[in-house]
């Protein structure tokens, strides 16, 4: 099975920073990441998908890149809806995988 | 509205069974291959299942695999999971989800049913 690991675990920033996750492959996935948002008591949501494509009706100030066994998040400027827990997801195997999570937390 | 309504959550003893239900509606969910993500209390997400949308192939996690059986009724637009041997560490809220054609992400997700699995 492919195995996803996400850094930070947790991370504290304020309003108006720019923050980036980074979560790596066990091995190469090409482009099959995807990124989710998840608040207390509520569903995912799909933010990100094919490593860099926002979804539609995301902000602009997320953004995503990477390719193979690296990849990244970015919030170019922290807003006080986006303190949540980021997931990153491979789709490149038929055994689907998530990273453990980051949480982001208001400094 | 584009919607997942799970159900049949609840409260169940170790080594019993339970039939989760997922509802869709406002899409065309024949078309799609759907999939089971669950979360334990406090825990992250664990990718359980998936099904394509024809039914023709289903995909279990190593933790699942033997006891969860994913199946799926086209013509009731509604997705199941049978779940067997039910374990303590399976207690979680269970997400049903649509997958994005050829790309395979999650982009609708239903709310999510409770499962309790204890004596």
């Known amino acids: 099975d492919i195995q996803m690991t996400q850094s930070p675990s947790s991370l504290s920033a304020s309003v108006g920073d720019r923050v980036t996750i980074t979560c790596r492959a066990s091995?190469?996935?090409?482009?099959?990441l995807n990124w989710y948002q998840q608040k207390p008591g509520k569903a995912p949501k799909l933010l990100i998908y094919?490593?860099?494509s926002l979804q539609s009706g995301v902000p602009s100030r997320f953004s995503g890149s990477g390719s193979g066994t690296d990849f990244t998040l970015t919030i170019s400027s922290l807003q006080p809806e986006d303190f949540a827990t980021y997931y990153c997801?491979?789709?490149?195997?038929?055994?689907?995988?998530f990273g453990q999570g980051t949480k982001l937390q208001i400094k | 509205e584009v919607q997942l309504l799970e159900s049949g959550g609840g409260l169940v003893q170790p080594g019993g069974s339970r039939r989760l239900s997922c509802a869709a509606s406002?899409?065309?969910?024949?078309?799609?291959?759907m999939s089971w993500v669950r979360q334990a209390p406090g825990k992250g997400l664990e990718w359980v299942s998936v099904?394509?949308?024809?039914?023709?192939?289903?995909y279990y996690a190593d933790s699942v695999k033997g006891r969860f059986t994913i199946s799926r009724d086209n013509s009731k637009n509604t997705l199941y999971l049978q779940m067997n041997s039910l374990r303590a560490e399976d207690t979680a809220v269970y997400y049903c989800?649509?997958?994005?054609?050829?790309?395979?992400?999650?982009?609708?997700w239903g709310q999510g049913t409770m499962l309790t699995v204890s004596s």
């Open positions: 989800a649509k997958a994005w054609s050829g790309l395979g992400a999650f982009d609708i």
């Open positions: 406002g899409f065309t969910f024949s078309s799609y291959a």
């Open positions: 099904i394509s949308a024809s039914s023709d192939s289903t």
């Open positions: 091995q190469s996935i090409t482009s099959y």
């Open positions: 094919a490593a860099s």
């Open positions: 997801q491979q789709t490149y195997s038929s055994l689907y995988t």
